[in-house]
């Protein structure tokens, strides 16, 4: 292909999110994104999603796309794509722009159906061998050792987060790895928030406001139970069948 052709195409690595939708009532996912990021414009940070409904029971007929997609936008989710829709609705999603994919090109990189001319093989020249070149590593893990006053967030994107300071109600900590709190934690923690279900989140006393891992959450309006209030604790996501569910357990450190 001829470097000044008006079509290129190049391999990306892109970064989608998986967004599993239980619901396509606007009214209801608007209640939900409000618990969940506070309806903040800048919670996603422009991520791009596909609307996963593999394990949505009862759609309806007919969906408000458009609103669907107006309501993600809010707090800065774009789609681009649905999965796991039945025939009629994935036709009319396409129509509104949303694309229906398969689940293997979640998993598998796409790669160019553009076939390049293959030139003839160079004649081998015997040249020196350059000098090794050492890469600069992405950083694993982000310390936090300042208090968040409510209000504030903090957001360790791509990695895991430390936090060696109390998280005070109101406050909001992310990760798109796993979250350690050696602190009280009395604000907000949302660990996997690019989609890892494997992510855990660990605190040393637990007096939280929300709790979430890869997008399920669960909220404590009426506190923290008793039995973990105030105490060490360990929150996962749990396999159920073919459901996941959001675990919070005391966690021993004796």
Not at 109 to 117: D, G, L, T
Not at 203 to 228: C, K, N, Q
Request: glycine share 8%; net charge negative; aromatic share 4%.
């Amino acid at each position: 292909m001829a470097k000044d052709s008006l079509i290129q195409f190049k391999g990306t690595s892109l970064k989608i999110i998986q967004a599993h939708l239980r619901t396509t009532d606007p009214a209801t996912l608007h209640t939900a994104l409000a618990e969940l990021t506070g309806n903040s414009p800048d919670f996603f940070d422009g991520e791009l999603a596909v609307l996963d409904f593999s394990n949505t029971d009862n759609l309806p007929e007919s969906v408000e796309w458009k609103k669907i997609c107006d309501l993600l936008g809010q707090s800065g989710l774009s789609a681009v794509a649905t999965r796991g829709l039945p025939d009629a609705l994935a036709a009319a999603a396409t129509a509104a722009g949303l694309p229906s994919i398969g689940a293997d090109a979640l998993s598998k990189p796409q790669r160019s159906k553009v076939a390049e001319p293959i030139a003839p093989a160079p004649t081998p020249v015997a040249e020196p061998e350059p000098a090794p070149v050492v890469a600069e590593p992405a950083p694993r893990t982000i310390i936090l050792d300042k208090p968040l006053r409510s209000g504030q967030r903090y957001y360790a994107k791509g990695c895991d987060l430390i936090v060696t300071a109390m998280i005070s109600a109101g406050a909001e900590v992310i990760a798109d790895g796993n979250i350690h709190i050696y602190a009280p934690l009395r604000g907000r923690a949302l660990a996997g928030a690019s989609g890892d279900q494997q992510a855990r989140i660990f605190t040393t006393s637990m007096e939280a406001e929300l709790v979430s891992v890869a997008g399920i959450y669960r909220t404590f309006e009426a506190g923290v139970p008793a039995d973990l209030a105030r105490q060490p604790a360990t929150i996962c996501l749990v396999q159920e069948g073919s459901e996941h569910r959001l675990n919070v357990s005391p966690l021993a450190l004796r």
